[in-house]
């Protein structure tokens, strides 16, 4: 399951989290009442393993049109400094998009590689969380991860929601769903959410399709 694509429709426990009304509620404050579920993930780092994810922005490659989006990560294990937490850039949100370069190492977690070209590291924050908790992260915060150099995994549960009002510029068959109040935009297709935890093939065939669009989607640069 690590770093799958639209988790929410092959697995209900995951839409569940996703839709949890203490988590919505959070995501109101910061988006407005309107709210469209676009992906989750699980990033599972193993135990004692290089794997780590270089300084980024969520935003800069998704293709929306406006930046009414927030993505949070809630904490299914321990993470801390030495299991791999994530780290912030203090107030990066306020300063936009940020130019990135491609940094091949086969242990960065991110599939495009992707990394921000300059940086100001004095100003990062580590986000220690226990299992249960949560952060809340603007796209255009800068972060990363370091590896997990404990002997558990370090598993995080990744919800990325947006504004109804939210277009897709870079393709027009993408596809949401609205968790939240009315979607009187019809901005996108429609994700159907998973019925169960038991893998279907039918819902996993089609997660494998809407998890090469969502890559797809991110690496073009139209
Ligand atoms: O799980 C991690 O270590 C990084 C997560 C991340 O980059 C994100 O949630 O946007």
Sequence with gaps: MHYQSKIHTILKSAYELATHQNVLDIVEKAIGPNILLHNTTYIIKEPQTPAFVSWHQDLTYWGFSHDDQISVWLALSNADEI???????????????????????????????????????????????????ASFHHGWTIHSSMPNNSNDRRIGFNIQYIATHVKQMKNNTDTAICVRGIDKYNNFGIDIPAVSDELNPTTTAKQKELQEKYKSIASSRN
């Design 83 to 133: 299991s791999g937490a994530m780290y912030m850039i203090s107030e990066s949100h306020l300063e936009g998009k940020k130019e990135h370069k491609t940094i091949e190492d086969e242990n960065n977690v991110l599939f495009q590689k992707q990394c921000v070209k300059e940086l100001d590291e004095s100003k990062k924050i580590l986000c220690p969380l226990k299992p249960g908790e």
